[in-house]
C-alpha cells in the first residue's frame, strides 16, 4: 500500500491488515465494491494464491478482475480487457515482482477499438 501512496495514488484499505487467516472473498467483495459504487477507479485483491481473491472480486457484477503474475499479463488485462482490478498471490509473487506488476496494470490504458466488443460480451454475461 505504501508504495502506492509513493507513486501518488490515493489509497482506500478495505483490509486485511496483518497476516492471520481471514477470509478472502469478504475483502475482494468489499475492494470490488469501492469500484463499481464508484469510490474508486480500481482495485487490487490480494490472497496466498491470488486465484480466490481473483474469483470473489469477479463475482461483482461490473468487475473485470485478472490474475496477474508479471508485468507482461498485467499489460494485457489492460490493454485488452479493461480489468479494473488486478489479484495476486501474496505465496506466489514476491514484493519487488508484485509492485512491478501492479505499476505496469496502473499505467497501461484500454486500447479500445476491437477489444471493446470483447468487452461488451462480458458486460453482457452479467445479464
Sequence with gaps: MEVLKSWGHDVVDVGAHDESAVDYP?????????????????????CGSGIGACISAN??????AAHCHDPYSAQLSRAHNDANAIALGARM????????????????PFEGGRHQRRIDKISALEK
Design 59 to 64: 463475482k461483482v457484477a461490473g468487475i473485470r
Design 93 to 108: 509473487v514476491g514484493p519487488a515482482m508484485a509492485a512491478e506488476t501492479v505499476r505496469v496494470w496502473l499505467e497501461t
Design 26 to 46: 469478504d475483502f475482494a467483495e468489499a475492494a470490488a465494491r469501492e469500484v463499481v459504487e464508484g469510490r474508486c477507479e480500481r482495485a487490487v485483491v490480494v
